[in-house]
C-alpha cells in the first residue's frame, strides 16, 4: 500500500481550513469556492474511529459524485468543473487528494438533515417499538424490523457538531428552522431522490431502507444539494439476496462496524475503540462493492 492510499487527515498549507468534520476537511478558496476534502475517517455512533480505511475517502467521494449527476434535473448540486490544480500546485499534494478533493460552490448550509426512510430499522424501528411512530409519524399497527414502510417518511434531525448526536424533530419544527415553503420543498425532493436511487439500487440488487442529505442556498435563496449523496456513510445499502423480514440485514454501510461496536463493553463516548485490522479490512470491502454495484 503507497502513501496515497491512505490519508486520515489533510493538510493544506497555502489554504485556510475552514472546518473539520468527522470525515471531511473543507478549506475555504475564495468569496464563491471551498475546497472539500474527502478522508478516509471512519465515524460510528458520533465518534471518529482512531484507524482510517484505505481509499475510503475516495469511494465517498466517487459514489456522490454518480448519485449527484443522476438527480440534476431535480435539484442542481454543489460541484463545480473547477480542478483542484487551479488552487494547488504541490505534485505530491495533488497526487493524495486526486479523487477526494472537490472545488465547490459556496453556499449556507440548511440547519438541518433531511433524512428519508423507506423501510422500519434503526433508530426508527426501536421509536416504533417505544410509541407505535417513526419521529412523530403515525405508521400502520404490527410491522415487523426491517419491513418496507407503506411509502416513504420524511424525517429531519438537527446537524450536531462532531462529537454530539443529532436530534430528530418533527416537521413543524423544521417550518419554524427554515420556513415553510423552503421546508416542504427540501422534503419533496429528498422523497423524489430517494425514491428514484431506491428503485435504481434495487435493480441492481442492493435495498436503500434509507438516507440523509443536506441543501444549501445560494445569494439567490436557490437550493441545491451538498455534501455527500447516497453514501455507506449516509445511507443503508442492504443486500437484497440476505434480505430477511424481522431481522436487521446485514449491509453494506457501517451498520457493519457499529454491529462490532456493540460487542464491545464501550460507552460509545470517544475515543473510540482500537478497531482490529479484519474489522477495517471488512468495512473497505464493503464500500468498495457498493461502489462497483451501483457506478458499474
Request: aromatic letters at 10%; one cysteine or more; hydrophobic letters at 35%.
Amino acid at each position: 500500500m503507497c502513501d496515497t492510499d491512505v490519508l486520515f487527515e489533510s493538510n493544506i498549507p497555502d489554504l485556510e481550513l475552514l472546518a473539520k468534520g468527522k470525515v471531511r476537511d473543507i478549506y475555504d478558496l475564495n468569496d464563491n469556492h471551498l475546497l472539500i476534502v474527502t478522508t478516509d475517517r471512519l465515524s460510528a455512533y458520533d465518534v471518529v474511529m482512531s484507524e482510517p480505511v484505505p481509499n475510503k475517502g475516495r469511494i465517498l467521494t466517487g459514489i456522490s459524485n454518480f448519485w449527484f449527476k443522476m438527480m440534476e434535473d431535480i435539484i442542481p448540486n454543489h460541484l463545480t468543473d473547477i480542478a483542484i490544480e487551479k488552487y494547488i500546485h504541490d505534485k505530491n499534494l495533488i497526487k493524495q487528494l486526486d479523487g477526494r478533493a472537490i472545488v465547490v460552490k459556496k453556499l449556507k448550509p440548511l440547519p438541518i438533515e433531511a433524512v428519508a426512510r423507506g423501510y422500519l430499522i434503526g433508530s426508527g424501528w426501536r421509536d416504533y417499538q417505544k410509541t407505535g411512530t417513526v419521529c412523530g409519524i403515525s405508521i400502520q399497527k404490527n410491522l415487523q424490523q426491517a419491513q418496507k414502510l407503506p411509502k416513504t417518511i420524511f424525517t429531519p434531525a438537527t446537524k450536531a457538531a462532531s462529537g454530539d448526536h443529532d436530534e430528530n424533530i418533527d416537521f413543524t419544527v423544521t417550518c419554524q428552522l427554515i420556513g415553510e415553503d423552503l421546508a416542504e420543498s427540501v422534503r419533496d425532493i429528498t422523497t423524489r431522490i430517494y425514491e428514484r436511487a431506491a428503485h435504481y439500487a434495487n435493480a441492481r440488487g442492493i435495498i436503500i431502507a434509507d438516507t440523509k442529505f443536506e441543501f444549501g442556498l445560494d445569494e439567490d435563496n436557490n437550493l441545491f444539494i451538498i455534501d455527500e449523496m447516497l453514501t455507506p456513510d449516509s445511507s443503508r445499502f442492504w443486500p437484497k439476496s440476505d434480505y430477511v423480514l424481522g431481522t436487521s440485514p446485514p449491509s453494506y454501510d457501517k451498520q457493519f462496524l457499529r454491529d462490532y461496536l456493540d460487542t464491545l463493553t464501550w460507552n460509545k463516548q470517544s475515543p473510540g475503540p482500537k478497531l482490529p485490522k479484519t474489522i477495517l479490512e471488512k468495512t473497505y470491502a464493503k464500500y468498495q462493492q457498493a461502489y462497483d454495484i451501483l457506478t458499474n
